[in-house]
């Protein structure tokens, strides 16, 4: 995975994360009253460490997929895109430049890491 592609697959988990702990009927805070504050606030804290080494407009891209599916970020497998489960044409691939354009699905839009 690339470095670029790999920051946003944290921030995806982070965004995950406390999402369920915020959630009141989640496992994780049934699990565990008083967890709550301050894993709440450790999981805030590293989300926004990491906001800072992710590329504005890497950043843009991933917000704007957020908003449209819980996993803006998504694994390949055998050329298939396993966020829709469309065959990617030849022409996306795994080499990632520092300022290139992020891989990304035709069909679903997600950004793409390989397995
Ligand atoms: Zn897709």
Not at 106 to 109: H, I, L, P, Q, T
């Given at each position: 995975m690339s470095d670029r592609v790999q920051r946003l697959a944290q921030l995806q988990d982070l965004e995950l994360m406390i999402r369920e702990v915020e959630d009141p009927a989640s496992k994780m805070k049934e699990e565990a009253l008083g967890f709550s504050v301050e894993g709440l606030a450790q999981l805030q804290n590293a989300r926004s460490r990491l906001l800072k080494q992710i590329p504005k407009q890497d950043l843009r891209a991933y917000q704007r997929i957020r908003r449209k599916y819980d996993r803006a970020v998504v694994p390949v497998m055998n050329r298939i895109c396993?966020?829709?489960f469309q065959a990617l044409p030849?022409?996306?691939?795994?080499?990632?430049?520092?300022?290139g354009p992020l891989p990304i699905c035709?069909?679903?839009?997600r950004i793409l890491y390989w397995l």
């Open positions: 396993l966020g829709c030849t022409s996306v691939t795994r080499n990632v430049s520092e300022a035709e069909n679903c839009g």
